[in-house]
């Protein structure tokens, strides 16, 4: 079976993220980028499934710039096969990610697709659920667990108020929440073996996918900063101040 991952180059969740003074979005020059962490996660489950011989081959895709290389090749060096790049310099929207790798799904012939279900940077948590949809293939999304057998996903979902269990037809559309496994560091002689693998670059004409945004972005802003606090001599100020000034009690 074979399985495509789909891996997104973001800002590093440990970065405090700025706005740009122009409001049109946050900077990223000179800012460190890594894989999107529940793309990690779904790196992680890929290459699971082919330790335990379900997976054959798998192949990490991911749509932006030239350096989104370097994302790759990280889930290169967790384990994945090989990597394909659809290089381009316009902010992809979901549809046009999904259409993008509804195209290379088809290429591929692949029979499970995973994706993390939200990316950190613009949080659309939309783009499997399209992929899905396109390609009229069920969908398994927020996954805490996934078996795979006799043509079939059992995916264990997190709904409110519990767990979900859904039974899929491969081929199918997973996306990855955070408690789906803990995604492994690469090791040393993982990192030089995944040099060697190989990334064919493509351009979205190539897929014949238009990837001309069709939202605009209005504006960025930061959150409203949180004012001082200040400290009160006793209990009894607290609770005139509480009920009184904030009026909560
Ligand atoms: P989103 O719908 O943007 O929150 O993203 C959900 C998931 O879709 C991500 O976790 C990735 O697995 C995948 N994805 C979104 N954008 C890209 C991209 N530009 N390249 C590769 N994968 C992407």
Redesign the pocket.
């Known amino acids: 079976m074979k399985l495509l991952?789909?891996?997104?180059?973001v800002v590093d969740y440990n970065v405090k993220v700025r706005v740009k003074s122009d409001k049109s979005g946050v900077e990223t020059a000179g800012v460190k980028m890594s894989m999107?962490p529940?793309?990690e996660i779904?790196v992680e489950e890929a290459v699971r499934l082919k330790e335990k011989g379900i997976a054959t081959e798998i192949v990490a895709?991911?749509?932006?710039v030239n350096q989104?290389q370097e994302?790759i090749r990280t889930a290169l060096a967790m384990g994945a096969d090989r990597g394909v790049l659809?290089e381009t310099d316009v902010a992809?929207?979901?549809l046009?990610?999904?259409k993008?790798?509804k195209e290379l799904a088809a290429k591929e012939g692949a029979e499970l697709v995973?994706?993390?279900?939200?990316?950190?940077?613009?949080?659309?948590?939309?783009?499997?659920?399209?992929?899905a949809a396109l390609l009229g293939w069920p969908q398994g999304t927020f996954a805490s667990k996934v078996e795979i057998a006799d043509g079939k996903a059992t995916v264990t979902r997190e709904v409110d108020g519990g767990l979900e269990t859904v039974e899929l037809a491969l081929p199918a559309v997973v996306?990855?929440d955070l408690r789906l496994n803990e995604p492994r560091y690469a090791s040393l002689p993982n990192i030089m073996k995944a040099r060697k693998k190989q990334i064919d670059i493509l351009k979205p004409a190539d897929l014949g996918v238009d990837v001309t945004p069709r939202l605009t972005m209005v504006s960025v802003s930061e959150p409203p900063g949180r004012k001082a606090g200040i400290k009160v001599p006793d209990v009894a100020t607290l609770v005139e101040k509480l009920r009184n000034e904030a009026k909560v009690i």
């Open positions: 991952v789909a891996v997104k180059r999107n529940f793309d779904a895709v991911s749509i932006g989104a994302t659809v992809v929207e979901p046009a990610v999904a993008l790798l995973i994706l993390g279900k939200q990316a950190i940077d613009d949080d659309m948590n939309a783009t499997g659920q399209m992929l996306t990855a």
